[in-house]
């Protein structure tokens, strides 16, 4: 079992595959990618691409707490994609799932001062159109809360796999309890191209569900990341990973800052005693280097106080790699 486990989170960010076309340029395209959805829902559309990233504060600080881990996947379908989203809402349809763990500083003793244990699932649809020049998302998500996720004991038994201290039964036992919360999720966001190579892209997004905010933030990209590709968030970092990828190749450099205004959190109830810090800052900073089929992206985030008492700020990791043979 564990070794089931170990190579699951393996595959987690890192994918070997055989070569695929893309969704940009390849004319094999149309024939190689065309199948249908899950459950037939994307009727006549195409598979246009995947995308993932692997989220950890061992790749970051290292302190295994708070924001400890999240894997987010995304699979998009369309009707064709020529470098940029289509301009009709739900014309191109992105399937989105993910799973994270919060945790305390201490996985032993029950600090009623600090953030309790979590586990999270989610699964949604998403759209992304254009809307003049701006490029939007709009979604739901269906976020599965407490020990019926299951992952305080996928945790146990990863850390039993690489040898260190396990959640406690006290620790465990305090953990946000089973429910299930609605989610829906808007970003709009335009690009601003100062050359070729550099850009720049402020975006706003509201946020109502298992967290309720606002947020406002701003990526630049050095490189060529992005051009011709759809970009997904994800929320944890704030980092966007390539879900539909192009041909280019190269080394690019990200860096990114947003700030939030949060209403509430289901991870930080108030019959608990929590009280939300407002306004919840993020810094990330990551690289990508493409070449033919190998594809490695890394990036760092620092999270700003999540609730008052925090004792500390947070520097998380994120990491994907693609391997094509």
């Given at each position: ?44 559309r195409?598979r246009?691409?995947y ?52 945790a ?37 998500d269906l ?15 990863l ?92 080394l ?74």
């Amino acid at each position: 079992m564990l070794r089931l486990i170990a190579l699951a989170l393996f595959a987690a960010f890192v994918s070997f595959a055989p070569a695929e076309a893309t969704a940009q340029t390849d004319p094999r395209f149309e024939s190689v990618q065309k199948r249908s959805g899950p459950f037939g829902l994307m009727g006549g559309r195409e598979r246009l691409g995947y995308g993932r990233l692997t989220t950890n504060d061992m790749f970051g600080d290292g302190k295994d707490r708070w924001r400890t881990g999240s894997l987010t996947t995304s699979r998009v379908w369309g009707y064709g994609w020529d470098g940029r989203a289509p301009s009709r809402f739900g014309d191109l349809i992105e399937l989105r799932l993910q799973g994270q763990i919060i945790a305390p500083v201490d996985l032993v003793n029950v600090n009623l001062a600090d953030r309790p244990w979590a586990g999270a699932l989610q699964a949604g649809l998403h759209t992304h159109f254009m809307m003049g020049e701006a490029d939007v998302s709009v979604g739901g998500d269906l976020v599965v809360i407490g020990p019926q996720t299951n992952l305080d004991d996928f945790q146990d038994a990863l850390h039993q796999l690489v040898n260190v201290r396990s959640p406690s039964d006290n620790v465990l036992n305090n953990q946000i309890g089973n429910r299930i919360r609605p989610t829906l999720v808007v970003e709009a966001g335009r690009s601003y191209a100062w050359s070729d190579r550099f850009r720049f892209r402020p975006f706003a997004e509201g946020r109502a569900g298992d967290e309720t905010l606002v947020r406002v933030g701003a990526d630049l990209t050095f490189g060529v990341m992005g051009l011709g590709e759809l970009m997904v968030r994800e929320s944890i970092t704030g980092h966007r990973y390539r879900a539909v990828k192009g041909e280019n190749e190269g080394l690019s450099f990200v860096l990114g800052a947003d700030i939030a205004h949060v209403f509430d959190s289901v991870y930080l109830p108030e019959n608990r005693g929590y009280q939300l810090v407002e306004t919840r800052e993020r810094v990330r900073l990551g690289v990508q280097y493409q070449n033919q089929g190998t594809g490695l992206f890394y990036g760092l985030t620092w999270l700003g106080e999540e609730f008052v008492g925090q004792t500390d700020d947070q520097l998380v990791g994120s990491l994907k790699l693609d391997i094509r043979w």
